[in-house]
């Protein structure tokens, strides 16, 4: 018989968990829902096509592709074989594959646009709190299940998007307790400025890609990278300059400024940057000219919020700007800009520094003891009272010793049992026992109600 397991890089949930995770997202459901976002949900799986190309040369290597159903027929023999030859070549045939597993939800999110532009009204603003998979190795705070919850707006060139944006990240990490959370800004457009300052914009995807590897493997990691793509010791050079840029955002900019003297995509980005910063009066931003986010959609303005210093998480959010990403869906000139929280991540954060509620952890509050036959009935009738007027509760399945069911309330962390025995059943008073104090009173059950609210 077969050990039960997971999948590497899945989990399962318990409740416990499961009460934080839900406090995590309704938390921040409420601020998009305060900003005019509404919810949209696309499927698990996407066509291939639809999500190969999107996400850079690291990316798509981690997109999980699902094999055609019948390959196993005879007939489909020579179409399954040349397939996997194709795979071994590390091409993707439709013989084999024509379908995946979502890598994330932006591009779902692009390609509904594009099925429906016709019907929505423009600017789009939608939230979407859904499961993604990739082929990644997994590692503390990386997996290959996880929860995405993200927030887009298409249809606008506003930089307002950006500045609301960065107001969401702020207030949802205020109220979950995150308050020293850092939120990193950049721009593409600055980036595509470096490559053009080293050679031309066709090195931007070499650049970007080794770039944001530089907290995983070190500057000089970097440069051994730049080097082995093409680029030569004085390119390298310009690079290591630009990505020693530090200081306050002024003393940044202004450096920034210099190094990219008359470049046109350069001052668009810092001009960007420059107003964001200036109309997120209560946000603390940093520009962090090393954020590059290798993913090949970003064409504007670009996120990354990180967990507290004092947490070795790294990034637990981020996001950006993408005006052509319905382009490569045929639908052309619709702008978009959005940014994502990573879920599993920011609940590895809030439980390392103890940042859930409490009561949380509370499900059932009243637990009616099984005294008997008709002592139980009794006590069904009364436990449907409570639960009509929102009180959570439940009857001890079986008659049994009151020791047993005690040990069942306190395993459970049910504060209060009500206990209605044969006695109490003639009087109409039920004993209701504060299980943390061990004080109990008698309380009359059709007041059960009252009594239990006023608890709240």
């Not at 020693?244 to 960007?272: H, P, Q, R, Y």
């Not at 962090?288 to 947490?311: C, H, M, Q, S, W």
């Amino acid at each position: 018989m077969a050990k039960p397991s997971l999948p590497q890089g899945t989990r399962d949930f318990s409740a416990a968990v499961v009460r934080k995770r839900n406090y995590i997202l309704s938390t921040i459901r409420n601020v998009f829902e305060l900003y005019g976002f509404q919810p949209l949900e696309t499927p698990a799986m996407e066509n291939l096509e639809t999500l190969m190309g999107k996400y850079g040369e690291e990316g798509d290597k981690l997109i999980f592709k699902i094999l055609n159903n019948g390959l196993n027929d005879p007939k489909n023999a020579d179409k399954a074989k040349e397939g996997f030859e194709k795979m071994m070549e590390g091409k993707n045939s439709p013989a084999l594959t024509e379908r995946a597993l979502k890598y994330d939800l932006t591009i779902p999110f692009a390609r509904y646009v594009a099925m429906n532009h016709g019907q929505l009204t423009f600017p789009f603003k939608r939230y979407q709190v859904q499961p993604v998979w990739r082929a990644d190795r997994p590692q503390k705070g990386r997996y290959r299940e996880f929860t995405q919850c993200d927030a887009d707006v298409v249809g606008s060139k506003s930089l307002l998007n950006e500045i609301e944006l960065a107001n969401i990240y702020h207030e949802s990490f205020v109220k979950l307790g995150l308050t020293k959370y850092q939120l990193k800004l950049n721009s593409r457009n600055i980036l595509t400025a470096l490559a053009e300052l080293c050679g031309g914009a066709d090195k931007m995807i070499d650049i970007s890609t080794a770039i944001d590897k530089l907290d995983k493997i070190g500057v000089d990691k970097v440069k051994e990278e730049l080097l082995q793509r093409g680029l030569t010791q004085q390119q390298v050079a310009t690079i290591e300059q630009y990505l020693s840029i530090s200081g306050s955002n002024v003393e940044k900019l202004a450096a920034a400024e210099k190094l990219f003297t008359g470049n046109d995509a350069a001052a668009k980005g810092l001009a960007e940057l420059r107003y964001v910063c200036n109309h997120c009066e209560n946000v603390n931003i940093d520009i962090d000219f090393t954020l590059a986010r290798g993913l090949n959609y970003y064409t504007g303005v670009i996120f990354e919020a990180k967990a507290p210093a004092d947490v070795k998480m790294g990034s637990i959010g981020g996001g950006g700007r993408y005006d052509n990403l319905t382009g490569s869906f045929g639908v052309p000139d619709i702008a978009g800009v959005g940014i994502s929280f990573g879920i599993d991540r920011i609940y590895d954060v809030m439980e390392e520094l103890s940042l859930f509620p409490d009561d949380l952890q509370i499900g059932t509050k009243v637990l009616f003891f099984n005294l008997g036959e008709a002592e139980s009935l009794f006590a069904f009738k009364a436990m449907q009272e409570l639960r009509r007027s929102g009180i959570s509760c439940e009857l001890f399945h079986e008659t049994a010793k009151m020791d047993k069911q005690f040990k069942y309330a306190e395993k459970k962390g049910i504060p209060f049992a009500v206990i209605i025995g044969s006695k109490e059943i003639e009087t109409g008073n039920a004993v209701v026992k504060n299980l943390s104090t061990a004080q109990q009173e008698a309380v009359a059950v059709n007041q059960l109600s009252l009594f239990f609210h006023n608890k709240s």
